[in-house]
Nanobody
């Protein structure tokens, strides 16, 4: 059973920063495309950012470009999502997911393993 373990998140005011972490003891992230998704109440899970295996290929949703950064610490086998200048519309449950492909995959249905989810709430 592959587990992705998330940490971080919380309640912050608009303009603040948060960092989410995603780690695993069962898989190595450099072998997967890793992405962060978020899901707001009543809405579908949407991709926020993705990083492709060991390449520099990264994807960001238009809504977070310039504010969020996805990164990976290979020594710690951990993927991060640094979120700066947070806005109320960033509120939702954030999930990390992995897919065994060498390209950006934007659809949640294609991801094989998921973290447990982390609540991020941004107040105005």
């Amino acid at each position: 059973q592959v587990q992705l373990v998330q940490s971080g998140g919380g309640l912050v005011q608009a303009g603040a920063s948060l960092r989410l972490s995603c780690t695993s003891s069962e898989i190595t992230f450099i072998s997967y495309t890793t992405a962060w998704f978020r899901q707001a109440p009543g809405k579908e899970r949407e991709i926020v950012a993705a990083a492709v295996r060991t390449s520099s290929n990264k994807y960001y949703a238009d809504s977070v470009k310039g504010r969020f950064t996805i990164s990976r610490d290979n020594a710690k086998n951990t993927v991060y999502l640094q979120m700066d200048n947070l806005k109320p519309e960033d509120t939702g449950v954030y999930y990390c997911g992995v897919v065994a492909r060498g390209l950006v995959v934007r659809t949640a249905q294609d991801y094989r393993y998921w973290g447990q989810g982390t609540q991020v709430t941004v107040s105005s």
